[in-house]
């Protein structure tokens, strides 16, 4: 089952993957459940914020006409809490104990601060002096009906959800995240929690993929293996496609005798590449199944972790109308790297005071090092690099 | 129920907060449900990595004594996939066909890629060179058995995960995210989805704590609204002390005469403050209920956002040994700030190339800036500061 592979570059990869038609999908949520969704419709203000005059301060409501000759006692006529409404109106020498956020009556003019106040029976107050502003929040002050809250496309964080929650919205339209399946090859897997077997090792890749695809917008809607057997491959793939918006796959993508998975590749008219010019994860393979994308990424941990974030990151980040979250930016290497090799390299690295270094063991095996990779940098093909030397870089997203 | 209140400075609010002894809790966690947990212990390997002497690539394994004379064709005694075990020893001119990952058998020294091999007919093969390096990853190459994988204290994500797992690991113990409840007062509160009545709001900051809680490392485990009640509400607290980590409250601790949860406050042993000289949110309480801390926001929702920054969030990421994850730092203000207040003014600002300034208004009741706001900015007592000038800022952190 060995076969020609044409290499092409990561970013001609990068290309073919942006290309895939892909379908975006809109759910209707509960705005409770909506945290750090993106929105998918604009928001307008049902009606103008504040929507009546609002007081600004717990005091005493006074009429224009009144706001003169101070101190000077008030008759009091109503207490109007918060949420109440008092519908007459005032006659001269009356006042109405108002509390922080209660609708003002029409005919108050002014609400005077309760430290400028003093009671003096029951209904009765002495007002000591006026205030320089009416301490009426006026409708409309923040929003007016119609205007725009909050625009399609925004994450929704906890001010954002708030905001819709003070019109009222109880639910809205946002972009799903696509859905994944994870699968995983390989004869030589035991599942974490499964005892150790000589020759075996335990499957982390699948934990890797699931945790990746969570942290960059995606949902882990399957997990399973794939069978060493191409037409059981297939017929999952089939059922597959039809749940799940993207398949990513570890392993079986090498030139072994077992790799069936490069062998389906090459069987579709859809295969997009099966050789990338790069390393870690030269033979990492794209191709349409039935209209969902699926990216067979390396079995090799380094390199499945390089190839989900060059490769799938952003296909994911595509489904809610999203770029990447991946930073380009140009560093300099803090240490040489002095190993050649014959495609363009992605080192594993940290950053330290806005240099870069390699982390670890840039093996593609290598795993240790992937809790604390906070980027790539890339060693060209052919060359080296001195320290100090600047160098293309791509930095994870903030988590 | 008007009452005196002595106002202290943030900077002894955060202290005193700071002091309130808290019980942090630990939970046994499947993996798959930890990332972005934080591990509650030490975790080692329990064995080496590899496990076993590992191909590198995929091809065919021979001994150091038939390594010369090339090309030469050796006869091929076994396939041997990845999980598989070859337990015979290799005679002269006797190689085994070996794949990626496989555990290479005893007395095999070195593996030829199958590219410098050319397959002759059944069970032969020509080998065409050696190679310089053995392409064996020998035993513990990556991690030795007892060497320390991740430290307590260590954020889980997709790689600390995959690093567990490809150990074995199912389960670890975490930090448990604190409890919180969340509960609103004022009866001039409608629910969203509730049709609009004069003289009332929909309630927003209950969805504004639910979102700041699950964005800051809680849990929200209660939410709910306060009757205008004092037995009642004792009642609820001594309820939900029981039940949850901490109690924040909106609304209720102003001068209003409805304002019972400023009552409730004084009555404490435990009242830490009840007045803050800070502007938003100077009415913003705190005290311990029966071991839980209670922190009594502002009903004005710049003025609860405000407060939950500065006051709440620093306390939340304790209960996982934490500390606060708001950035402090100095930025130059970007626009004058003109207006002065007798107390502190914490403004909602956003950064603009290295700049901080106002967004939206500084009103306390203001809610249209919390989706963008990216920090706060502290113009001092009595102050006014000019555009360039340079301000504290408290950044939000990264989401």
Chains 1, 2 share one sequence.
Not at 40 to 50: K, R, V
Not at 59 to 72: C, V, W
Not at 282 to 295: D, I, K
Request: hydrophobic letters at 40%; proline letters at 5%; aromatic letters at 8%.
């Amino acid at each position: 089952m060995k076969m020609m592979r044409q290499a092409i570059s990561l970013e001609e990869a990068q290309q073919k993957i942006q290309e895939i038609t892909i379908k975006s999908k809109i759910a209707n949520c509960l705005l409770s459940e909506c945290l750090a969704e993106i929105l998918a419709e604009d928001i307008y203000a049902p009606f103008s914020l504040p929507a009546f005059r609002r007081s600004g301060y717990d005091g005493y409501g006074i009429s224009a006409a009144d706001d003169h000759g101070f101190p000077k006692t008030f008759q009091v006529v109503e207490q109007i809490g918060a949420g109440n409404v008092y519908e007459k109106t005032l006659r001269p020498n009356q006042a109405v104990r108002i509390m922080t956020g209660a609708m003002v009556p029409d005919g108050v003019d002014k609400i005077i601060m309760l430290e400028k106040t003093k009671p003096i029976e029951k209904d009765k107050v002495l007002i000591l002096e006026s205030e320089r502003n009416s301490n009426i929040t006026p409708i409309g002050e923040e929003f007016k009906q119609g205007e725009l809250l909050l625009a399609k496309g925004s994450q929704l964080n906890a001010g954002g959800m708030s905001l819709l929650a003070a019109f009222g919205y109880q639910r809205c339209l946002i972009k799903s995240k696509p859905k994944v399946a994870i699968l995983a090859t390989g004869s030589e897997l035991l599942s974490p929690g499964e005892p150790i077997e000589i020759g075996k090792i335990y499957n982390s890749n699948s934990m890797l993929l699931a945790g990746l695809v969570k942290e960059n917008g995606g949902i882990v809607s399957y997990m399973g293996t794939i069978e060493d057997n191409r037409e059981a491959i297939e017929q999952q793939f089939h059922q597959l496609a039809k749940e799940v918006d993207v398949i990513l796959t570890t392993g079986g993508v090498s030139v072994g005798d077992f790799d069936f998975l490069a062998a389906i590749a090459v069987a579709q008219d859809t295969c997009l590449f099966n050789k990338l010019a790069m390393r870690p994860g030269s033979p990492t393979t794209a191709f349409v199944f039935e209209q969902a994308p699926v990216l067979a990424l390396s079995g090799n941990p380094g390199a499945c972790f390089t190839g989900f974030y060059l490769l799938v990151e952003p296909l994911l980040q595509r489904y809610r109308g999203l770029s990447s979250k991946m930073r380009q930016t140009k560093m300099k290497l803090a240490e040489a790297y002095t190993k050649t090799t014959d495609f363009d390299r992605y080192v594993r690295g940290i950053t330290i005071n806005n240099t870069i270094q390699a982390v670890g063991s840039d093996k593609s095996s290598a795993l240790g090092n992937l809790p604390v990779t906070e980027g790539f940098f890339k060693i060209p093909a052919g060359q080296t690099c001195a320290s100090d030397q600047e160098v293309d870089v791509c930095l994870l997203p903030f988590k």
